[in-house]
Each structure stands twice: as structure tokens, then as C-alpha cells.
Nanobody
Framework: VQLQAYGGGLVQFGGCRRL?????????????MGWYRQAPGMQRELVAG?????MPDYADSVKGRFTISRDKNMVFLQMNSLKPEDTAVYYC??????????WGQGTQVTVSS
């Protein structure tokens, strides 16, 4: 099983970026999907998650700026009004109905001030 995340890069303060992640899984196997991030020297933290029925949840730090969505075996993260503190490696996560938690390889997002 593979998770391929892409869409990271360098963006200016206040800019936008859209991350995508595709899972090599049958969509019916997928339960919750999410995005996490890890900044240098920090622990990995949940950015946003979305349930199998499409209910999203967000970290307080990104509410109103980020939007998570999913379509079949893909999960997306639309990031608006980016700040330097959003700089991190972003990882997608997929939880299956049989209890597995799968991680993508990460994509770097750097926000310049």
C-alpha cells in the first residue's frame, strides 16, 4: 500500500497551496483520512481530519484558513492565508476499516515572510 502526497513547495506569506494525497487502496477500505505536519524540532501534529462520511475537524491554528476534503481514495488540503508558522513537512494519513494507519512520505511546505 502506498500513499503519495504532493503539492508542497515555497509560497509567500498570505498565499495559498493545495496538497493532494492518493492512496493505492480501494476507496471502500478507507475510514478516516487526515493531514499532519511536523516542523523542525517539533512533534508531528494533526492539522485536519475527515471522517468516512465527510465530517471534517481542524486544529485551532488552521480553522478558517484550511479546508480538508476527500474523493474516493484521495484526500486534499486547501491552505489559504498561509503564515510562516505553517512551514512544515505535511504528511497524509489514512486509517482503514481494519485498523491500519498508513502514512505518506511527506511534502515540504515553506512559507516565506
Amino acid at each position: 500500500v502506498q500513499l503519495q502526497a504532493y503539492g508542497g513547495g515555497l509560497v509567500q506569506f498570505g498565499g495559498c497551496r493545495r496538497l493532494s494525497c492518493a492512496a493505492s487502496l480501494n476507496a471502500g477500505s478507507i475510514n478516516r483520512m487526515g493531514w499532519y505536519r511536523q516542523a523542525p524540532g517539533m512533534q508531528r501534529e494533526l492539522v485536519a481530519g475527515i471522517s468516512s462520511v465527510g465530517m471534517p475537524d481542524y486544529a485551532d491554528s488552521v480553522k478558517g484558513r484550511f479546508t480538508i476534503s476527500r474523493d474516493k481514495n484521495m484526500v486534499f488540503l486547501q491552505m489559504n492565508s498561509l503564515k510562516p508558522e505553517d512551514t512544515a513537512v505535511y504528511y497524509c494519513n489514512v486509517q482503514t476499516h481494519w485498523g491500519a494507519s498508513l502514512w505518506g512520505q511527506g511534502t515540504q511546505v515553506t512559507v516565506s515572510s
